[in-house]
């Protein structure tokens, strides 16, 4: 048998690294029992898209047209639907209403089409649960902003609107009077692939509940978690801070919703797994449902690790057929037919890019903004989310001015609360502002007088000892006592508290668990006791943000996997409940932990490893490295010396001059005066950026005195302690970058990536090419050789990544990250070596034998953007990272690679009536008549602001917004246009002609591309569109 | 308050007390269901228990008039990691500390509930006690004072029983043989249209029948089932009578008065989780379980109809030829899933 299974594509927000994790469970689980998996992806960065995890893959765009050739090719049993998010969902259903499956003879596995389509059509949902009497919202589905209002007329404000068949509610939100309604339906309608909208009346304020179901076709089904959202109804569940199990429901409330939940599902005749969302107030007993998932979920990735069930296991085996009591729990060697008992809490919370947004409001509602989550494990409520809140990695804000974080809330609600207990208000004054149950804000406000104690009195063990039970780090306690983390330590040690490690089993310990899944906590019984053999401890990426996405994720698995073969047992830490690194299977033992030092350190005492894997996890663990090997940790690979020197701009400058590498004139600034004196040395235009960075936070390209002022007036603090670095910004020249790994002597060069875009662009936003395209033989050897030396003078073992820019003939050096870095998984596809486990090897002595990757293809790398989530944001890009996913595109040229790459990352091109407005700014303004011929040719009408446009012939003017209709929003909202080439100015003011133009063609769900590069390579893909595209697996394209 | 918990085998843990003052003996047992805690506490079946919760955050919504099996609370003592130090539910009308503290029953917080867990899944249930005081507690005396205690010697069903019939609803009338009885079994009877005549144990077979039931219902209760010969032989004699079902207790009985027999567990099955997969049907249902005890051998006559999923132990029977059927789980759930509420449809259809 062969079975089709479909992934969810690039990251984006609302469908983030789960989509990875869930579906290489359920190729593992098809594979077990002898069925051929055949998967597509064209998401580079998973794990599901490894040699070993299915027999065919295909990295291709999730399109329709190209499911179907791979079908063609392949010829497919059966489809797996479920496992690839709504993005898989959707694509299978459209398959299946076009009729493909049935041409084809492909069965549909899992939940029939007929019930998902039931589940997810609001419609025929909520007929159907009328059918059954199970309450749901007053609501109604509208195609027209008139069937809206007289449904408000009846039934009054607020009103949620929800498109229908989006993800993350994507164009959602809550309407409080008919303008917001007007402008939120509007959205929503263009953004639903039915051109259909549910307009509900809104239970703001009712408590949330999820129930994770599985049932087989036999009709067994259960419940593997329930989970509270903290945050009550009015914020969607992706950005609540969510429990499990709940915590406020007696048992007679959870049967009501279980009884509810297993109905529904019944009714749906679902088979596998389902999310089913419940809403309670919680003042009268009344409950409606919300929604179903009727397919894995972000919620089913997060009871999975809650409750170390293996949900996509169990529901991919019901969809072969097997009943629940046939599958084995892996976990226990008991039947997967119980429901899990959980003996500790979990929290999760999300993880919010707005530290990227700076200008993007924070404040959440029924859309999702955060990229990812981190989720804690402790045997008190508190131990979880003081635990959770330490795995943000985020600066905890302190001073907040409270009562603006509260409602609306903002991602800063949680913190908002504790300030406001730490400043004595009332449990029941903030129950007014925030609707959370009173019994979740009693925690919180013991949290804040627990703070109190420690600040007021002697640390005796008891208070000690209560501030560890409540899950306090060391350095929390540190702040609050006035002393230092390391003091605290000791202290703590000293009267004896350390932690003791509990397993997540499933059962609440009443059955022997074979998997060795840990959470600490401060008990008698340590049960990760000791355990005999060659240890190693791989830090984790902790949860997925803009600049640290699942790509590190991706490596830290493949160290685990690596150091299986070799014999060693690994361990992996981390708190990401979305990946497959915190899979119960992926490490020999699993250490479910914040990343600090506190937590990691505790850990290696525990365990007392060989070493410690640092440099996979981006940039968490590197920051973390020098103490832990300072507390007597053992760190792998390059030394802490050689991270050092690379991050130290100043040593790393001293490095490349020493070993004779060009890079562009630079210095530091410590002060405002400093930065200006730098500057006019160097000369404008100026790269500017404080030390020590994530994703280029804070970058910035100046051109000139006023514009150095402003940013750093605006962007940065800087101080001796927190020093400008300044570099000279090359203009029009090609960036490019490598991976290499080192075993300390052979450096072996990956790849050497080239930019698409000019330098300039954040090497995580821009489009890259593997070949390189333009650069000579002798800029290759150039690059290779400043490789080499510097892996050296580094000495590197392990990976490393380094960005060049390269001019006339000139390879300078940008910077070197000596880690991990998010292009490593493109690379490895691409050259068919996977260089994080070489890296692994490599870091526990192994020599590499230098191979010579073999690709006889082109693969490019495109992203996809979070900026219509965050709208409010301006999308044109510099050097700080703002994207969230990539793409990977493979094709024999590189037009066809690029466009394919561009197509998955959901650029498409309209080839009906095509249509472009174009508005460049004047230094790009030179290219307009050849841009504008290749676009005649390509039968494409041109619109275009007269600067732009005014001498091509045949285009059409278009008065400037305000200045006259129709103007550039006119033909957007029109839908006159299905393309916008807009390259923007200096300045990133929000009333500005070219940002209004980039927020409408991206709520209009057109293409807006912001760089005239970028946009002639695509429109010469464009060109070579009349040849056939071919579908390949990675291998063939690989030659 | 200061509280102790004491195990048999010297196992001592220290932890805060709340509830009532004062030192009780029981078998330590645990219950894995995340809610339900009043429910539990007001199972008779936990007679001569320490009931153990493996949730740690216990009390969370308070105690309130509803969600009660029973007048009373009847567990020895009770143990949790962490006791909610205030409630939050819209019905709560008493915090689990005044409840227990009203019904006498002292508690034990802030211990590690999963190492006993663990101690008692590898050594098996035993005797312990808990105490509760203002002042130090001896832990060595404490253990001493464990050796008079048999949990399989004591017959706790009479100490449960009710004294005097009670009648519930209205309808076809069915006798229901209190064991230990939790209320949901006569509320789940009245919701079908039956008038319940729930009765002392001690009930003779010939008193029974003087009623002229329609059905008899066997009821859970606490403590060993080969203990109350009076229930097997009162069993014997109603065998064929009319349509009989038995819970759990009423379950073990009718196997030990019919000829077969049952066995102690190591730990028992105590939770609202456990797979029960119905041998005809082949489904799955999550049933609530509390017992420490399971049939061995069928009796003579009657077919295995439910085995448990996990461990294979007997979860059901049925006896075609004389109208009986029993189930070693709770039908009636509170807590737990109701899941297998149509054994009780079932009941009523062959009345």
């Given at each position: 048998m062969k079975v089709l299974v479909i992934g969810s594509g690039p990251i984006v927000i609302g469908q983030s690294a789960e989509f990875d994790y869930s579906g290489a469970q359920a190729c593992k689980a098809l594979r077990e029992e002898g069925v051929r998996v055949v998967l597509v992806n064209s998401n580079p960065a998973t794990i599901q898209t490894d040699r070993d995890v299915a027999d065919r893959i295909y990295i291709e765009p999730l399109t329709p047209e190209f499911l179907e050739k791979i079908i063609a090719k392949e010829k497919p049993d059966a489809l797996l639907a479920t496992a690839g998010g709504q993005t898989g969902l959707n694509i299978a259903m459209e398959l299946f209403r076009k009729g493909v499956l049935k041409k084809h003879n492909v069965e549909f596995l899992g939940t029939d089409a007929d019930s998902i389509e039931t589940a997810e059509s609001r419609e025929s949902f909520n007929r159907l649960m009328e059918r059954i009497g199970i309450p749901v919202l007053p609501g109604r589905v509208v195609k027209s902003l008139e069937q809206a209002k007289s449904f408000s007329d009846g039934n009054g404000f607020p009103l949620i609107v929800r498109p229908s068949f989006t993800l993350g509610g994507t164009g959602g939100g809550t309407a409080h009077d008919e303008n917001e309604l007007e402008t939120i339906l509007g959205q929503a309608l263009r953004l639903s692939s039915t051109g259909e909208a549910l307009v509900e009346k809104s239970a703001l304020g009712w408590g949330e509940f999820e129930y994770e179901v599985v049932r087989d076709a036999r009709g067994n089904a259960e419940i593997i978690c329930n989970m509270e959202n903290?945050?009550?109804?009015?914020?969607?569940t992706g950005e609540s801070i969510v429990v499990a199990p709940s915590q406020t429901l007696s048992d007679r409330d959870h049967q009501l919703l279980r009884d509810a939940s297993l109905r529904i599902v019944n009714a749906i005749g679902i088979k596998g797994s389902c999310n089913v969302q419940l809403a309670m107030n919680q003042q009268t007993g009344e409950y409606v449902v919300i929604e179903v998932n009727p397919r894995l979920s972000r919620s089913s990735a997060l009871a999975s690790k809650a409750t170390g069930y293996p949900i996509a296991r169990a529901a991919t085996k019901i969809a072969l057929g097997k009943s629940l009591p046939e599958i084995k729990n892996a976990i226990t060697g008991t039947s997967a037919a119980f429901e899990p008992s959980l003996d500790y809490v979990v929290v999760k919370i999300p993880r919010w890019p707005f530290d990227k947004f700076p200008k993007t409001p924070r404040t959440i509602g029924t859309q999702m903004k955060s990229t990812g989550e981190v989720m804690a494990i402790g045997r008190t409520f508190q131990e979880a989310l003081s635990k959770a809140i330490r795995s943000l990695e985020v600066k905890i804000p302190r001073d907040l001015d409270a009562d603006r974080h509260l409602n609306p809330p903002t991602d800063q609600r949680l913190f908002a609360i504790l300030e406001s207990f730490r400043q004595g208000k009332g449990v029941e004054l903030l129950h007014q502002k925030t609707g959370i149950n009173r019994w979740f804000l009693r925690r919180m406000e013991e949290m804040a007088q627990l703070e109190k104690r420690l600040a007021g009195q002697k640390l005796s063990r008891e208070l000690l000892l209560s501030a560890k039970r409540a899950g306090f780090s060391d350095s929390a306690i540190a702040r609050l006592t006035g002393q230092e983390e390391l003091e605290i330590r000791s202290v703590r040690k000293s009267f004896g508290i350390i932690p003791t490690y509990k397993i997540v089993d499933s059962c609440a310990g009443e059955f022997e668990a074979v998997t060795p899944y840990f959470y600490s906590t401060y008990e008698e019984e340590n049960e990760a006791g000791e355990w005999k053999g060659k240890k190693v401890v791989v830090v984790g990426a902790g949860p997925i943000r803009i600049g640290q996405g699942i790509e590190f994720d991706y490596c830290c698995s493949h160290a685990a996997f690596a150091l299986r073969d070799m014999g060693y047992r690994s361990i992996m830490i981390n708190n990401n409940p979305e990946t497959v690194s915190t899979d119960f299977d992926s490490s020999d033992r699993l250490y479910f932990e914040p990343l600090t030092f506190e937590d990691v350190m505790n850990v290696i005492e525990n365990e007392n490893p060989e070493g410690l894997i640092v440099q996979l996890g981006g940039q968490t663990g590197i920051n973390l490295a020098q103490r832990l090997e300072e507390a007597g940790a053992k760190i792998l690979g390059t030394p802490i010396e050689g991270i050092d020197k690379a991050e130290d701009r100043d040593r790393f400058s001293e490095l490349a001059e020493k070993l004779g590498i060009p890079q562009p004139e630079n210095g530091i600034a410590m002060s405002e005066a400093q930065a200006l004196e730098v500057a006019s040395r160097i000369g404008y235009p100026v790269v500017v950026r404080p030390s020590y960075v994530i994703a280029g936070r804070a970058m910035e390209i100046v051109r000139n005195e006023s514009g150095l002022r402003s940013y750093i007036a605006e962007a940065v603090e800087v101080s001796n302690r927190k020093p400008v670095l300044i570099d000279r910004y090359i203009e029009n020249a090609i960036e490019c970058e490598v991976d290499a790994v080192s075993d300390g002597k052979n450096v072996f060069i990956g790849g050497i990536m080239e930019h698409i875009e000019p330098a300039g662009v954040h090497s995580g936003d821009a489009n890259i090419v593997l070949p390189s395209i333009r650069l000579s033989d002798d800029e290759k050897k150039k690059i290779r050789e400043f490789t080499e030396k510097l892996a050296h003078a580094l000495g590197i073992v392990g990976l490393i990544n380094i960005q060049y820019v390269v001019k006339g003939g000139t390879v300078y050096i940008l910077e070197a990250n000596p880690r991990a870095s998010r292009t490593v998984p493109f690379v490895s596809k691409a050259i068919g070596l996977p260089l994080a486990k070489l890296a692994a090897r490599a870091m526990l002595g192994e020599k590499i034998s230098l191979e010579k990757p073999r690709q006889k293809c082109y693969a490019v790398k495109s992203i996809v953007f979070p900026f219509l989530k965050l709208?409010?944001?301006?999308i044109k890009l510099g050097p700080e990272m703002r994207s969230t996913g990539e793409t990977m595109g493979l094709g024999e040229s590189f037009e066809i690679a690029y466009y394919k790459a561009l197509l998955a990352a959901g650029v498409g091109i309209e080839k009906e009536r095509p249509a472009a407005f174009l508005s460049l700014r004047d230094q790009d303004k030179h290219c307009v008549p050849e841009f504008a011929s290749l676009l005649k040719r390509l039968g494409f009408a041109i619109y275009g602001t007269m600067g732009t446009v005014?001498?091509?012939?045949?285009a059409v003017g278009v008065a400037k917004i305000g200045q006259g209709h129709p103007d550039v929003l006119d033909l957007i909202d029109s839908g006159t246009v299905n393309l916008v080439v807009n390259t923007p100015t200096r300045g990133g003011l929000a009333h500005t002609d070219g940002f209004r133009m980039r927020k409408a063609s991206i709520q209009k769900g057109i293409p807006c591309i912001t760089n005239i590069t970028t946009a002639f390579e695509l429109m010469k893909a464009l060109d070579r569109l009349e040849e056939e595209f071919e579908v390949r697996t990675v291998e063939e394209w690989r030659g | 308050m200061k509280a102790v918990l004491a195990l048999k085998d010297g196992t001592v843990l220290f932890g805060t007390g709340f509830g009532a003052k004062g030192e009780r003996v029981g078998e330590l047992v645990f219950n894995t269901s995340m809610t339900g805690y009043q429910e539990a506490l007001t199972d008779p079946s936990y007679a001569g228990q320490i009931l153990l919760m493996t949730y740690p955050l216990i009390g969370n919504y308070g105690t309130n008039a509803?969600?009660?099996?029973?007048?009373r609370v009847h567990p020895s003592g009770f143990a949790v990691r962490q006791v909610s130090p205030d409630r939050e539910h819209r019905e709560a009308d008493n915090s689990l500390q005044a409840f227990l503290g009203q019904h006498g029953i002292p508690a034990i917080s802030g211990i590690d509930t999963r190492f006993l867990v663990r101690h008692i899944r590898d050594k098996g249930v035993m005797p312990a006690i808990i105490s509760v005081s203002d002042q130090e507690i001896n832990a060595k005396q404490l253990v001493e004072r464990l050796k008079g205690f048999d949990y399989s010697s004591v017959d706790f069903v009479s100490q449960v029983s009710t004294p005097e019939p009670v009648v519930y609803g209205k309808g076809r009338k069915v006798a229901l043989l209190d064991f230990g009885a939790k209320l949901g079994i006569a509320r789940e009877l009245v919701k079908r249209g039956c008038e319940v005549h729930m009765l002392p144990c001690h009930t003779s077979a010939d008193k029974i029948k003087e009623l002229e039931p329609e059905g008899i219902m066997l009821s859970n209760g606490p403590g060993d089932p080969s203990i109350p010969g009076y229930a097997h032989r009162t069993i014997r004699n109603l065998a064929g009578y009319c349509p009989m079902f038995g819970v759990c207790l009423g379950h073990q009985l009718i196997a030990h008065a019919m000829g077969g027999s049952t066995y102690k567990l190591k730990f028992g099955h105590r939770g609202s989780n456990h797979p029960v997969q119905d041998l005809q049907k082949g489904r799955v249902a999550i049933t609530t379980q509390n017992h420490g005890f399971a049939v061995k051998e069928l009796p003579k006559g009657f077919e295995l109809t439910h085995v448990n999923v996990n461990d294979g132990s007997i979860e059901g029977m049925r006896c075609r030829d004389k109208g009986i059927f029993s189930v070693?789980?709770?039908?009636?759930a509170s807590p737990g899933p109701h899941d297998s509420g149509q054994l009780f449809d079932e009941f009523v259809r062959m009345m």
């Open positions: 903290i945050d009550p109804m009015g914020v969607h709208l409010g944001t301006d005014g001498p091509v012939e045949g | 509803r969600d009660r099996e029973s007048g070693q789980y709770h039908p009636e």
